[in-house]
């Protein structure tokens, strides 16, 4: 929906989870289908989560982290729509919701009888490094493929932004999608990302010292894999 730059398709669709926000605006027809879907899930996943061992101890994480990933569907309609409000923090800070990392850790918490409740802090602080790693990996993966559809939502478009590589009215325009993915490769942003990646790497693996009810070496592993699941699909993703 934030792809097809369809505003009532996006508050219909990011109403659906907890009615936290109420939809708003005429719904167009071509809304009804795929929200009758979305409840469908959301029916499923909400009935589902209330029998895991722990649901109650962590049902406002739940919810706080379904608005997350709803905010981060809305984000990326507006920066589509909006290119000139791109920029590199709140691309970090909204857009790595969308990976369902955070919210699959909270899964897993509730379905984990030994989790010692102590550690939930720094183990969150741990999980919001995975996410950004996995979103940074996915950055890498999609982002050629995107700009040619006109999807400006790549954390690599808000670094070449931010280095005066290309411009937001160059985006708007996007006359010569090519020419602006050959000139941001060129300026060598995905290692600078790829830096970063590396970065939440330690902060993970330092933390796995201090968190002794989660196997974060195992967690670290998988992380891993799905970096080089992303990586092997560069291009075709």
């Known amino acids: 929906a934030d792809e ?4 009532d398709l996006v508050r219909a669709a990011t ?13 167009k027809k071509n809304c009804a289908k795929p929200v009758a879907i979305l409840r469908q ?19 406002d994480l739940f ?7 709803m905010q981060s ?18 691309e970090t800070i ?26 939930l802090g720094l183990l969150r602080e741990t999980v919001l490094s995975a996410q950004l ?44 999608p090519i020419e602006l993915t050959t000139r941001i490769k060129d300026s060598h942003i995905e290692g ?3 830096v970063e990646w590396e970065r939440y790497w330690h902060v993970i693996e330092r933390n796995s010292h201090s968190i002794s009810s989660v196997d974060l070496r195992a967690y670290l592993k998988g992380i891993e894999t799905f970096y080089q699941m992303q990586i092997a699909s560069q291009k075709l993703i």
């Open 73 to 90: 569907v809305r984000y990326a309609l507006l920066i589509n729509l909006h290119p000139n409000c791109i920029n590199e923090a709140e």
């Open 94 to 119: 909204h857009q790595s919701y969308g990976l369902h990392v955070m919210m699959n850790a909270t899964f897993d918490l509730m379905c984990s009888s030994k989790f010692d409740m102590r550690e």
């Open 15 to 27: 109403s659906v989870p907890l009615d936290l926000v109420p939809a708003f605006g005429k719904r």
């Open 192 to 194: 600078k990302l790829l």
């Open 63 to 69: 919810e706080y982290d379904y608005s997350e990933l």
């Open 133 to 176: 790693m996995c979103r940074i990996a996915n950055w890498v993966a999609t982002w050629e493929r995107e700009v040619v559809s006109k999807d400006f939502t790549s954390g690599v478009i808000a670094a070449a932004l931010r280095a005066n590589i290309i411009t937001a009215q160059e985006l708007k325009a996007c006359e010569d």
């Open 41 to 59: 899930i959301w029916q499923f996943i909400s009935t589902s989560i209330k029998m895991f061992p722990r649901y109650s101890a962590f049902k």
């Open 4 to 7: 097809m730059q369809d505003p």
